[in-house]
T-cell receptor
């Protein structure tokens, strides 16, 4: 069984379009994350949700809007895509972030490779 | 600004060699340090370290943390071609009442037969 899954795995789109990436975890975790990994493989956190509530919002353009319909799902919607948005986007999950996340490892999904042309 | 610095950025060795990967950090509210291995896809968890001087071991891999000197090392003995990957170091930092994981830029390890 896949623990953290993302769809789609690949996404090729043109500048100015709007697209969404979906993430689901079946680990029963409370906290989910979105990361962006650039071409140099640098992995940086974008957002974190705990029980559907946004708890971390790094300096990310407003064109990126996460949505968590329930604690097992965290989707990422991106408006007006730009060339610089091309990257691999990873979803991750862990147990309780607000209570003591530093005791728990994060489990990563397989990534979504977004290419903006 | 919180920093996690890994060295070297890349390393090429031959099968059977022993390698040591370094991770140093300068952060304001350190909680724990994690090592991940990333092959083609998702990073996979290796170790979590919270206390100084206690070695964590898994097969040929081991890691230790020094909270006084603010660094950790990841050792791989008798390397195999399957160890080729990017090794990521990450530090949990307290952010208000929450915690975030800050990653270093990784060390690309290539093990040649």
């Amino acid at each position: 069984d896949t623990a953290v899954s993302q769809t789609p795995k690949y996404l090729v789109t043109q500048m100015g379009n709007d697209k969404s990436i979906k993430c689901e975890q079946n680990l029963g975790h409370d906290t989910m994350y979105w990361y962006k990994q650039d071409s140099k493989k640098f992995l940086k956190i974008m957002f974190s949700y705990n029980n559907k509530e946004l708890i971390i919002n790094e300096t990310v353009p407003n064109r990126f809007s996460p949505k968590s319909p329930d604690k097992a799902h965290l989707n990422l919607h991106i408006n007006s895509l730009e060339l610089g948005d091309s990257a691999v986007y990873f979803c991750a999950s862990s147990q309780d972030a607000s209570g003591g996340a530093y005791s728990y490892e994060q489990y990563f999904g397989p990534g979504t490779r977004l290419t903006v042309t | 600004e919180d920093k996690v610095v890994q060295s070297p950025l890349s390393l090429v060795v031959h099968e059977g060699d022993t390698v040591t990967l370094n991770c140093s950090y300068e952060v304001t509210n350190f909680r724990s340090l994690l090592w991940y291995k990333q092959e083609k896809k998702a990073p996979t968890f290796l170790f979590m370290l919270t206390s100084s001087g206690i070695e964590k071991k898994s097969g040929r891999l081991s890691s230790i943390l020094d909270k006084k000197e603010l660094f950790s090392i990841l050792n791989i003995t008798a390397t195999q071609t399957g160890d080729s990957a990017i090794y990521l170091c990450a530090v949990y930092i307290r952010l208000g009442s929450n915690y975030k994981l800050t990653f270093g830029k990784g060390t690309l390890l290539t093990v040649n037969p």
